[in-house]
């Protein structure tokens, strides 16, 4: 027989002692109808939109259909226990999870429960799940970026702290390991990392899992799991959940970085609720508010002020400013950007990051395209450097894409153009990036440097790659100090300029790759 | 059920507005209780499935079976909702009658539930506190569980106040075993 550590005497005691019973006055009702775990109430005249509502067996229910003599509730997990005729209770409670600084490193449901068997979370603090944004006057203009540590999203579609970029995608093409690559930079920036898994598959959970214990970026991280074989209530709520736990942080003054992954499966179970609670549908079966659904969760993601962090925490925390960073992921059905979903969450973000098959199966990975990718409001939040030399990069891969079709045709080119096309072959080469192998400011300054100055046309297209890894390993082993500098303060002047420039001919001059 | 009383309220409520319109509220309470007592019955009640039957002859067999103790206008009531196929929702008006004429005459019920039998005095201590609580006139009907152990639980519309012993160990026994 196993005892668990709670049974013993003393603190059944103590637990028995401290127990307080308190009589007072609830409403309750009876359940009329149970259908694939919708249940509809009689009674509970007070009961609010999204309030708790206690059922037998320590189950509890979401109130979401507010009619005039009944109420039509989502059951939070199984209800293979209930029956016609229980009785139901309001709590008077909204829908709340644990939140704190004890939630990083764990794995939980969409309830904030422990689901990675390293026992209970010692959590201070609840929040309901459902909050509105901050206003106008609470906020501040974004301009501090989150480094993903992909050269190709830094350099040309910047996100900045507090921004909403959407990566959007077919199945197969990468989405979520750009959300994981930049997850996993995150550990020396001290930005804390919430990955919301909606409608996923428990193996594809537990691989990210392992995967960011791997790279140490577990502890600065929480995942919050509703995976597919979880009820539709279950991965409705998720990102919600998630989004409380990341304004945990920004609340208090702090950097977050929030992934949903992904939110056309909320979608889909949310439509699946809507559909049973009888909400007409409306276009694609999806109901009336599915926008709504999605703009209000985006929402609150943002960049608070100082004063709105000081007066939430009672002047405890003062002169800074906190973030929420949200990624959310969208996958298409065969590039078709025009749905339902996709449309309205892209009208919601502040850009989007656009991956694609094709370039996916040609080997450009991460395969992001680079003409549809945009960020509205990153690039005043770019490093100097990056900025500075960024541009160039973006300029040369836009005239490389609309040569490279014209000069299908043409067999006969002149020196200009031939030089744009090779420049540009060679840029989409640097653009390639290994999974789980962020790169630092300084890292990605000198490869998108090399490219500009033109250390790229001696190099074959083949081992742009490989040039790539040699020189950054030259630059890391012989010119430390330079690297250090350029990751400190980010500028870029005629010096620095300079110094990058001689060591990248140093190792022109004697470099083997 | 839920979409009964939705669709039986207007008829109580018409019915409701005609009695204290024409003072005949005791009348139409009768009235309605012994109606809903023969719908439920389950002979009438299979009649009045009976697709052979016609609408209009459903009401008359009602009407014929209360004989005399219908007014002119109850017996319109009658063949109003036969016409509408609602004689089936007969018990769900009553009862909302009943609901709306508490309501006007500011009366709520209540149910205690008791671990033993209660005094007269425990009787009047419990209905006077409600009454202030609630902030109107209380009408008390009393039961005994002995599965209680102690205490009571005082049911009043939706509203429960539990405080039975049982009720306390169930919530012990949950806080316990997480």
Same mark, same amino acid.
């Given at each position: 027989?196993?005892?668990?550590?709670?049974?013993?005497?003393?603190?059944?005691?103590?637990?028995?002692?401290?127990?307080?019973?308190?009589?007072? #006055?609830?409403?309750?009702?009876?359940?009329?109808?149970?259908?694939?775990?919708?249940?509809?109430?009689?009674?509970?005249?007070?009961?609010?939109?999204?309030?708790?509502?206690?059922?037998?067996?320590?189950?509890?229910?979401?109130?979401?259909?507010?009619?005039?003599?009944?109420?039509? @509730?989502?059951?939070?997990?199984?209800?293979?226990?209930?029956?016609?005729?229980?009785?139901?209770?309001?709590?008077?409670?909204?829908?709340?999870?644990?939140?704190?600084?004890? =939630?990083?490193?764990?794995?939980?449901?969409?309830?904030?429960?422990?689901?990675?068997?390293?026992?209970?979370?010692? &959590?201070?603090?609840?929040?309901?799940?459902?909050?509105? @944004?901050?206003?106008?006057?609470?906020?501040?203009?974004?301009?501090?970026?989150?480094?993903?540590?992909?050269?190709?999203?830094?350099?040309?579609?910047?996100?900045?702290?507090?921004?909403?970029?959407? /990566?959007?995608?077919?199945?197969?093409?990468?989405?979520?390991?750009?959300?994981?690559?930049?997850?996993?930079?995150?550990?020396?920036?001290?930005?804390?990392?919430?990955?919301?898994?909606?409608?996923?598959?428990?193996?594809?959970?537990?691989?990210?899992?392992?995967?960011?214990?791997?790279?140490? #970026?577990?502890?600065?991280?929480?995942?919050?799991?509703?995976?597919?074989?979880?009820?539709?209530?279950?991965?409705?709520? #998720?990102?919600?959940?998630?989004?409380?736990?990341?304004?945990?942080?920004?609340?208090?003054?702090?950097?977050?970085?929030?992934?949903?992954?992904?939110?056309?499966?909320?979608?889909?179970?949310?439509?699946?609720?809507?559909?049973?609670?009888?909400?007409?549908?409306?276009?694609?079966?999806?109901?009336?508010?599915?926008?709504?659904?999605?703009?209000?969760?985006?929402?609150?993601?943002?960049? +608070?002020?100082?004063?709105?962090?000081?007066?939430?925490?009672?002047?405890? +925390?003062?002169?800074?400013?906190?973030?929420?960073?949200?990624?959310?992921?969208?996958?298409?059905?065969?590039?078709?950007?025009?749905?339902?979903?996709?449309?309205? +969450?892209?009208?919601?973000?502040?850009?989007?990051?656009?991956?694609?098959?094709?370039?996916?199966?040609?080997?450009?990975?991460?395969?992001?395209? @680079?003409?549809?990718?945009?960020?509205?409001?990153?690039?005043?939040?770019?490093?100097?450097? /990056?900025?500075?030399?960024?541009?160039?990069?973006?300029?040369?891969?836009?005239?490389?894409?609309?040569?490279?079709?014209?000069?299908?045709?043409?067999?006969?080119?002149?020196? @200009?153009?031939?030089?744009?096309?090779?420049?540009?072959?060679?840029?989409?080469?640097?653009?390639?990036?290994?999974?789980?192998?962020?790169?630092?400011?300084?890292?990605?300054?000198?490869?998108?440097?090399?490219?500009?100055?033109?250390?790229?046309?001696?190099?074959?297209?083949?081992?742009?790659?490989?040039?790539?890894? #040699?020189?950054?390993?030259?630059?890391?082993?012989?010119?430390?100090?330079?690297?250090?500098?350029?990751?400190?303060?980010?500028?870029?002047?005629?010096?620095?300029?300079?110094?990058?420039?001689?060591?990248?001919?140093?190792?022109?001059?004697?470099?083997?790759? | 059920?839920?979409?009964?009383?939705?669709?039986?309220?207007?008829?109580?409520?018409?019915?409701?507005?005609?009695?204290?319109?024409?003072?005949?509220?005791?009348?139409?309470?009768?009235?309605?209780?012994?109606?809903? &007592?023969?719908?439920?019955?389950?002979?009438?009640?299979?009649?009045?499935?009976?697709?052979?039957?016609?609408?209009?002859?459903?009401?008359?067999?009602?009407?014929?079976?209360?004989?005399?103790?219908?007014?002119?206008?109850?017996?319109?009531? +009658?063949?109003?909702?036969?016409?509408?196929?609602?004689?089936?929702?007969?018990?769900?008006?009553?009862?909302?009658?009943?609901?709306?004429?508490?309501?006007?005459?500011?009366?709520?019920?209540?149910?205690?539930?008791?671990?033993?039998?209660?005094?007269?005095?425990?009787?009047?201590? /419990?209905?006077?506190?409600?009454?202030?609580?609630?902030?109107?006139?209380?009408?008390?009907?009393?039961?005994?569980?002995?599965?209680?152990?102690?205490?009571?639980?005082?049911?009043?519309?939706?509203?429960?106040?539990?405080?039975? =012993?049982?009720?306390?160990?169930?919530?012990?026994?949950?806080?316990?075993?997480?």
């Amino acid at each position: 027989m196993q005892l668990n550590p709670s049974e013993i005497s003393e603190l059944i005691k103590s637990r028995i002692d401290n127990f307080e019973t308190n009589v007072e #006055a609830r409403t309750e009702g009876t359940i009329v109808s149970l259908t694939d775990g919708i249940i509809r109430i009689h009674g509970l005249a007070d009961a609010m939109q999204g309030e708790m509502i206690e059922l037998p067996g320590d189950t509890f229910a979401m109130a979401l259909n507010l009619e005039r003599d009944s109420v039509g @509730a989502v059951v939070l997990g199984s209800y293979g226990h209930l029956t016609e005729g229980d009785t139901a209770k309001c709590t008077g409670r909204i829908l709340e999870v644990p939140t704190g600084p004890e =939630m990083l490193g764990r794995v939980v449901d969409a309830l904030g429960m422990p689901i990675d068997g390293k026992g209970p979370i010692d &959590a201070k603090q609840t929040a309901p799940i459902e909050k509105i @944004a901050p206003g106008v006057i609470e906020r501040q203009s974004v301009d501090q970026p989150v480094q993903t540590g992909l050269k190709a999203i830094d350099a040309m579609v910047p996100i900045g702290r507090g921004q909403r970029e959407l /990566i959007i995608g077919d199945r197969q093409t990468g989405k979520t390991a750009v959300a994981i690559d930049a997850i996993i930079n995150q550990a020396t920036t001290g930005v804390k990392c919430i990955y919301v898994a909606v409608g996923q598959k428990a193996s594809t959970v537990a691989n990210i899992v392992r995967k960011l214990e791997e790279h140490g #970026a577990m502890e600065h991280t929480t995942i919050v799991a509703a995976n597919a074989s979880e009820s539709a209530a279950m991965q409705y709520i #998720a990102p919600y959940s998630g989004c409380t736990m990341g304004e945990y942080f920004r609340d208090r003054g702090q950097d977050a970085l929030i992934i949903y992954d992904d939110l056309t499966k909320q979608a889909w179970a949310y439509r699946q609720v809507s559909l049973l609670l009888r909400r007409p549908p409306g276009r694609e079966a999806y109901p009336g508010d599915v926008f709504y659904l999605h703009s209000r969760l985006l929402e609150r993601a943002s960049r +608070v002020n100082t004063e709105y962090v000081e007066k939430f925490t009672n002047g405890e +925390v003062k002169g800074q400013t906190g973030s929420l960073t949200a990624l959310p992921i969208i996958e298409t059905q065969d590039g078709d950007v025009s749905a339902f979903v996709p449309t309205n +969450v892209i009208s919601i973000t502040d850009g989007q990051i656009f991956l694609e098959t094709d370039l996916f199966n040609s080997g450009i990975r991460p395969a992001i395209n @680079a003409g549809l990718s945009v960020s509205r409001v990153g690039g005043s939040a770019q490093t100097t450097i /990056i900025k500075k030399l960024g541009g160039g990069v973006r300029l040369a891969l836009a005239q490389y894409r609309e040569l490279a079709a014209f000069a299908q045709f043409a067999s006969d080119l002149d020196d @200009a153009t031939r030089a744009q096309l090779e420049l540009g072959e060679r840029v989409t080469e640097l653009m390639k990036q290994a999974q789980y192998s962020p790169l630092s400011i300084a890292e990605m300054a000198f490869s998108l440097f090399a490219a500009n100055e033109g250390f790229l046309n001696d190099v074959d297209v083949k081992k742009v790659v490989a040039y790539e890894g #040699a020189m950054l390993a030259h630059m890391k082993s012989n010119h430390a100090e330079l690297i250090s500098q350029i990751n400190e303060t980010g500028d870029f002047n005629d010096d620095i300029a300079a110094s990058m420039k001689s060591a990248l001919e140093g190792f022109a001059s004697n470099g083997v790759y | 059920m839920a979409d009964n009383t939705t669709t039986a309220r207007p008829y109580a409520n018409a019915v409701y507005d005609l009695a204290s319109e024409n003072a005949t509220i005791e009348s139409w309470g009768d009235a309605l209780a012994n109606m809903a &007592a023969i719908v439920s019955d389950s002979q009438v009640a299979s009649l009045l499935d009976d697709p052979s039957t016609g609408k209009a002859d459903k009401g008359e067999i009602l009407i014929q079976i209360l004989a005399d103790k219908l007014t002119d206008k109850q017996q319109n009531l +009658v063949r109003l909702m036969a016409e509408n196929g609602r004689l089936k929702l007969m018990p769900d008006v009553a009862e909302q009658f009943e609901v709306a004429r508490a309501k006007a005459e500011n009366i709520v019920e209540a149910e205690v539930t008791s671990a033993f039998k209660l005094t007269a005095k425990q009787t009047s201590e /419990i209905t006077n506190t409600l009454k202030n609580k609630l902030g109107c006139d209380i009408t008390l009907s009393t039961s005994v569980d002995e599965t209680l152990i102690g205490g009571v639980i005082i049911k009043a519309g939706d509203t429960i106040i539990d405080a039975s =012993m049982k009720s306390q160990l169930d919530s012990l026994a949950l806080s316990l075993g997480r």
